[in-house]
């Protein structure tokens, strides 16, 4: 497993933006879908957005679905996960990861994992 390395977390208030970033290096194999999952109840993930690398297909929870866009900047092997009207419901760990596919990650099949990054939004 190679360990993912994300940046961009902080505080910001309800209504407010933040955007993350996962690098991803360049010899990672099973990296083809990368993604963003965040911490519920516990130890749980929950997955919020995922992108297929090869051919830019996007993927959203319900939950964020048209406030959150994940994107990617290819010649870096990055990708951001812009997060707009951010609800204090938003606050949790987020996690970078990636497979193979997305159909794979999507069903929470990770092979790399990042640390994770902290949000907190404040009401």
């Not at 900047?73 to 949790?92: Q, R």
């Amino acid at each position: 497993q190679v360990r993912l390395v994300e940046s961009g977390g902080g505080s910001v208030q309800a209504g407010g933006s933040l955007t993350l970033s996962c690098a991803v290096p360049g010899y990672a194999d099973r990296a083809n879908c990368m993604g963003w999952f965040r911490r519920i109840r516990g130890n749980e993930r929950e997955r919020v957005a995922a992108i297929d690398r090869p051919g830019g297909t996007t993927y959203y929870a319900d939950s964020v679905r048209g406030r959150f866009t994940i994107s990617q900047v290819s010649a870096n092997n990055t990708v951001s996960l812009t997060m707009n009207m951010l609800k204090p419901e938003d606050s949790t760990i987020y996690y970078c990861a990636a497979s193979a596919t997305c159909e794979t990650l999507w069903a929470g099949s990770v092979a790399h994992l990042g640390r994770g990054t902290q949000v907190t939004v404040s009401s």
